[in-house]
């Protein structure tokens, strides 16, 4: 069982920044990846960023690009999602997830099916 505490979120007017925090316990081992996700409503969850427990290697969508930043600390497990040049589009409930450690890609996946565990979500939401 991973217990998740996800911190962070909240209202922001475009161009502004937001820092998203997640920790997590329970189950963690340096094989697995750390991910944020977001979904706004009526739209499927995608991946905006993961990052490689072991490696630090990370992977972004592109939309996010040069505006949010994923980082981790090790001791507690905590992922990091700092986003700047906020937008309107950025506007969603942004979640934390971890994979198990069975699997090794030759790069972070940011797709949701690739990640086992899921925190329970915190809003950001972007006004123009």
């Known amino acids: 069982q991973v217990h998740f505490v996800e911190s962070g979120g909240g209202s922001v007017q475009a161009g502004g920044s937001l820092r998203l925090s997640c920790t997590t316990s329970g189950w963690v081992t340096k094989r697995m990846y750390m991910g944020w996700f977001r979904q706004a409503p009526g739209k499927e969850r995608e991946g905006v960023a993961s990052?490689?427990?072991?490696?630090?290697?990370?992977s972004y969508v592109d939309s996010v690009k040069g505006r949010f930043i994923i980082s981790q600390d090790n001791e507690p497990n905590t992922v990091y999602l700092q986003m700047n040049s906020l937008i309107p589009q950025d506007t969603a409930m942004y979640f934390c997830?971890?994979?198990?450690?069975?699997?090794?890609?030759?790069?972070?996946?940011?797709?949701?099916?690739?990640?086992?565990?899921w925190g329970q979500g915190t809003q950001v939401t972007v006004s123009s």
């Open positions: 997830a971890q994979t198990s450690g069975q699997y090794r890609y030759a790069y972070p996946p940011i797709k949701p099916s690739s990640f086992n565990y």
């Open positions: 990052i490689d427990r072991d490696t630090g290697n990370t």
